[in-house]
């Protein structure tokens, strides 16, 4: 009976730290997991934290390796958080071959989602990189198209 007495108490204690809620990064990733649309099914995010590049140095990158089917229609969003010093951009590789990105080179401009429709099964890498080096934290959403 005490023992019984002891867990209930330990519980009450703690239940307060347990349902308070979201921390702020977690809102963050929801919000922006929320911003695809109603025809997409959530599949995977990835948090992305990288420093400022250094003087005559590469861009630091972070890289992730994801397996995709062939025939179904992807969408790849970023975010950067408010804190973010750079634009988050995603490029999607097929062993060394750029496929896509979020950045048209040509132009400039900035995309925050890219669709995707993939021509072969297979292990693909997303890059995810800060416009210009610049520091930054942001998340990378993927979705299925349905």
Known sequence: MKCRFMIISVILVFLPFITTGQ????????????????????????????????????????????????????????????ESAGE?????????????????????????SIDFVCNKTGLYTLWYDFLNGEQGSGVGVVYMIK
């Not at 062993?95 to 401009?109: F, H, M, R, V, W």
């Open 88 to 112: 988050l951009i995603i490029t999607i590789y097929d062993q060394n071959k750029e496929l896509i990105c979020s950045l048209d080179k040509s132009t400039g401009k900035k995309y925050n």
């Open 23 to 82: 921390p702020a990064a977690e809102e963050f990733v929801s919000n922006c997991v929320l911003a695809a649309g109603n025809n997409t099914t959530y599949l995977k995010d990835f948090r992305v934290q990288l420093p400022k590049a250094g003087p005559d140095a590469t861009a630091p990158v972070y890289k992730a390796n994801m397996y995709l089917m062939k025939n179904i229609k992807y969408r790849f969003s970023v975010c950067e958080t408010p």
